[in-house]
């Protein structure tokens, strides 16, 4: 008998742009579903930073909330520091060393945290005195900018784009796997595609599960 499956499968990488806060557990559960997907379709995932503190700081927001977004800059800093020093191939190991400790093992201390990602790394210990510091500030601000410009202040993070189409989210909680994986990221790329569509949403019932194998 002929074999006659049509292997629709993508030969050709697909351009992917992700913004995120290493602060996010959210963000942090959609990077581990882009990451499921890349295993499994040809994508060519450029990891970039953005800041919650940024996203809300002129938002009505309760000033204790803003506090901890404003220490929370430690990680966008470090991140886009080491980007400037490094180049964009250090952005996503970084991503995967702080989400490790940040989200997996919920180590709250940057002043832990960071020396250790660093070590770990083999990254000069010298860039986390910029995570405290000022320096890098407009580099981060306009990395965020270009993520946020795509889709609009009345989002979060991640923000994605697939080939110039620009979505927030999707807020996931676990990260799915296998074809399960592939069936979302379909859904998802085909609804933001339309250009008309704007929202899909329901109370979140979960917390961010993770996945400790990852």
Excluded at 83 to 111: F, N, S, T
Excluded at 121 to 142: F, K, N
Excluded at 162 to 181: D, H, L, M, N, Y
Aim: hydrophobic fraction near 40%.
């Amino acid at each position: 008998m002929t074999d006659t499956t049509v292997d629709n499968t993508p030969t050709t990488p697909t351009a992917v742009d992700f913004w995120f806060d290493p602060n996010c557990p959210w963000a942090w559960m959609t990077s581990r579903w882009v990451g499921e997907v890349e295993g499994q379709r040809p994508l060519d995932v450029s990891w970039h930073v953005m800041s919650l503190y940024v996203l809300n700081e002129h938002q009505d927001v309760p000033e204790d909330y803003k506090e901890r977004l404003a220490r929370g800059q430690v990680y966008p800093r470090l991140v886009t520091a080491a980007r400037l020093r490094l180049g964009d191939d250090v952005v996503k190991p970084l991503y995967d060393a702080l989400g490790e400790h940040i989200h997996h093992r919920q180590e709250d201390d940057p002043a832990v945290v960071v020396p250790a990602v660093l070590e770990e790394l083999g990254l000069d210990a010298d860039l986390a005195e910029y995570a405290w510091s000022d320096e890098v500030d407009a580099a981060t601000r306009e990395s965020h900018r270009d993520g946020i410009e795509r889709v609009g202040q009345d989002v979060g993070t991640p923000v994605i784009a697939v080939e110039g189409t620009a979505f927030f989210g999707p807020v996931i909680s676990p990260a799915p796997k296998g074809q399960q994986a592939l069936d979302l990221w379909d859904g998802v790329v085909a609804a933001a595609r339309y250009p008309g569509f704007f929202e899909l949403k329901r109370s979140r019932t979960v917390g961010p599960i993770f996945d400790t194998t990852d």
